[in-house]
């Protein structure tokens, strides 16, 4: 009888709570996404429809799990381009609703109009999509966060690792459009950085064409090996192919047997589906479990964005967009992303620092920086553009 | 005559087989998928048990009579009988379990599941499932307080320590603390709740009554980037005036003044460290480096480091009890 009555009374309590609970704070998150998703060459690496925006998901509900021990609700709203649209108007009609936190995976070129357009609303973009070093550089914006990491940190998370395993003589190829030239760029500032010697530099011309046909594989073992032959000697093929035309097609059939990394082979990324180190494996089955396929780089750079602000939020106990922010920019923010370290802001130009997987698309070969390559603030800012050598002026 | 002489002599064959101090370490070994049982009198491994797939939170049952490993690829706890020092039954615990606490008698365990934001209750005495309670996001550190009122669990991407009412398997309280809790841990005379926190780099101490973090350790060592110093496990003394603190891949186990709060001294052990146990007079302190493959014996009094063991591969978890 005790026994039943206490029970009643611990019941009735919860209820009293539940119902004289003040309503939670509501926390709505944009996500500003790109239209169309490019083609790849390898069927498998083809992104979902919802690459991205399916991570954003899934940190929206890690937050509302914690948001419940705070009285905190988190809620994602997404926005889709179509061919055409103005990325500024949708940024800005995100803000009319009064949505300060929006996670982007545009373009450069559209980033950049619509953290212009949102310039003075005190709404700020988490860039999940862009790996262009400018938009960190000679182009930052004081109102633009960047979870995903640049191009040079990604060539230098590569380069470390090269270097490390002294394949220090590179013959480059490079594809013909802007952003393979682009991670040509950057691989040859890696190089030069941590003493790699680019013994060659070939271009490969994008004639157009399908990326499947019905013969094609005859053809390409006729095409790669023709292509890489008569090569000074070199230790490994390094391939700057963003736009997907070759690079996949050179594993196996270079000239020399010689291994192959950049666009192919070797890729630096910042998450794969099989990272499994430093309890990731929780993350990975949560993110299969909610979206029934494996987790991409844009996938957690995505989650990552929507992690910080329910971070700082919780820290903050607030929602109160100033607030919050300044404590994302201030000293004292940090982010748990499966890495095996903190992920912290770079206070000069707002990009995370983090840790560069290097995967085969079967498994994690290395995680940069590598063990040796020193620095007096942060091993992670070994990758990439340094503080010294920044053309970003915040404000 | 005789006959007393020959007792004695047996007293004194039996003194030499069986020292009144013999203790037995179980350490978990992550990758061999197995448990290195320790003699401390001879700092040797003197059997490998083979268990499931990725064992790490072990732990002695009060009764001594098994010791419970989780193993967390295969979604079971498994309990080594230690007489036969074989396998001779599992728990059902719930996907990937980690680390768990008994209460006070011994009858209850409570786990943390990590795939599915659950602490599991389980009666050990009749091996079955009798709860859940739902907490934060990936659960992993545990602890009871002394007076059994309370269950911590720690949630790794919540970043909370979770103070659950063990009678009504309900949560009361809710503290913040720093990026990635992995273990907590009561001062003995329960006033203060500790928890490491991996990723940020501190611990936190928690007023266990008030429900709030009343300061942080943080460590500092000339020379070691501050991503590398990654708190994980923590041992306080019976008396509560000192606590070790394993440091992670900053390969070292940190000396705490337990009333101050301030860092006295860093011992130098193994690669990655990761959890500690107390031999039961406290003249010892087991820890397990994860990389390096072993564990290193502290002097707990010269607070020296005094002997290495080789274990199996990537060590994890240990305990400790009487022989």
């Known amino acids: 009888m005790i026994r039943l009555f206490v029970g009643v009374v611990v019941g009735l309590n919860a209820l009293v709570t539940t119902a004289f609970a003040a309503d939670p704070v509501e926390i709505a998150i944009g996500y500003l996404r790109r239209a169309g998703v490019k083609p790849t060459l390898s069927m498998v690496e083809q992104p979902a429809e919802n690459d991205g925006v399916a991570g954003a998901r899934l940190a929206i509900d890690d937050n509302n799990t914690t948001g419940k021990f705070l009285n905190q609700h988190f809620t994602l709203e997404e926005f889709r381009l179509k061919d055409g649209d103005d990325a500024a108007n949708a940024a800005v009609a995100l803000a009319d609703r009064n949505i300060a936190f929006i996670i982007t995976d545009l373009p450069a070129e559209s980033l950049l109009k619509a953290a212009d357009a949102l310039r003075g609303r005190g709404a700020v973009l988490f860039n999940a999509g862009a790996i262009d070093d400018r938009l960190r550089e000679e182009d930052c914006r004081a109102n633009v966060i960047h979870v995903a990491p640049t191009r040079s940190m990604l060539a230098d998370g590569l380069a470390q690792y090269l270097v490390w395993k002294q394949w220090k003589r590179w013959l480059m190829v490079v594809g013909s459009h802007d952003e393979d030239r682009r991670f040509a760029e950057a691989l040859r500032r890696s190089a030069a950085r941590f003493g790699a010697k680019i013994v060659q530099e070939r271009v490969f011309e994008d004639t157009g064409g399908a990326r499947r046909t019905d013969s094609g594989v005859t053809l390409i073992q006729r095409q790669m090996p023709v292509f890489t032959q008569q090569a000074p000697v070199y230790d490994i093929l390094v391939a700057a192919d963003e736009s997907e035309v070759f690079a996949s097609y050179l594993p196996y059939r270079t000239w020399d047997p010689r291994p192959v990394a950049g666009s192919a082979g070797l890729v630096p990324k910042s998450w794969d589906p099989a990272q499994d180190q430093w309890g990731a494996v929780q993350m990975q089955n949560r993110f299969l479990k909610l979206n029934s396929r494996r987790m991409t780089a844009l996938d957690m750079q995505a989650w990552t964005a929507a992690r910080m602000i329910g971070e700082a939020v919780a820290r903050v106990n607030s929602s109160d967009r100033k607030t919050v922010l300044d404590f994302l920019k201030g000293p004292d923010f940090s982010i748990a992303a499966f890495k095996g370290q903190r992920l912290t802001l770079r206070a000069w130009n707002l990009q995370l620092r983090q840790p560069i997987l290097l995967v085969d698309g079967r498994m994690v070969v290395s995680v940069s920086p590598q063990e040796g390559f020193l620095h007096q603030v942060s091993e992670l800012d070994t990758l990439g553009v340094d503080q010294p050598e920044t053309k970003c002026k915040l404000h | ?323």
């Open chain 2, 1 to 323: 005559m005789w006959r007393l002489c020959l007792v004695s002599g047996i007293a004194v064959w039996l003194a030499g087989t069986l020292p009144a101090g013999a203790f037995i370490a179980y350490v978990s070994n992550e990758k061999s998928n197995t448990v290195s049982v320790i003699d401390t009198d001879k700092w040797a491994v003197i059997k490998t048990i083979k268990v499931g797939q990725r064992p790490r939170g072990i732990e002695f049952t009060k009764d001594g009579k098994f010791v419970l490993v989780a193993v967390g690829d295969d979604d079971t706890i498994q309990m080594i009988d230690t007489a036969t020092q074989q396998v001779a039954d599992t728990l059902p615990s719930g996907p990937d379990p980690e680390l768990f606490i008994q209460d006070k008698a011994g009858k209850i365990l409570y786990v943390a599941n990590e795939n599915d934001n659950t602490v599991t209750v389980i009666d050990i005495e009749r091996r079955a499932r009798v709860g859940d309670v739902q907490v934060g996001v990936e659960p992993e550190g545990m602890a009871i307080s002394p007076d059994g009122r309370f269950l911590i669990n720690t949630s790794e991407t919540t970043n909370m320590a979770h103070f659950i009412d063990t009678a009504a398997r309900q949560i009361v309280a809710n503290v913040l603390v720093d990026a990635r809790p992995r273990f907590a841990e009561f001062k003995r005379d329960g006033s203060e709740l500790w928890v490491s926190s991996e990723i940020g780099g501190t611990v936190a101490i928690i007023d266990p009554v008030k429900h709030t973090v009343t300061t942080k350790i943080t460590f500092n060592i000339p020379g070691m980037r501050k991503e590398a110093i990654q708190p994980v496990g923590i041992s306080i003394v019976a008396d509560g005036k000192t606590a070790f603190v394993a440091l992670g891949p900053a390969n070292r186990v940190a000396v705490v003044d337990a009333a101050s709060h301030q860092v006295t001294k860093y011992l130098l052990v193994g690669q990655r460290v990761w959890h500690m146990a107390f031999t039961p007079d406290e003249k010892f302190l087991l820890v397990t480096n994860g990389v390096s493959n072993d564990v290193s014996v502290i002097d707990v009094a010269a607070l020296k480091v005094i002997k290495t063991i080789q274990v199996g591969e990537l060590p994890w978890g240990i305990t400790i009890a009487k022989q």
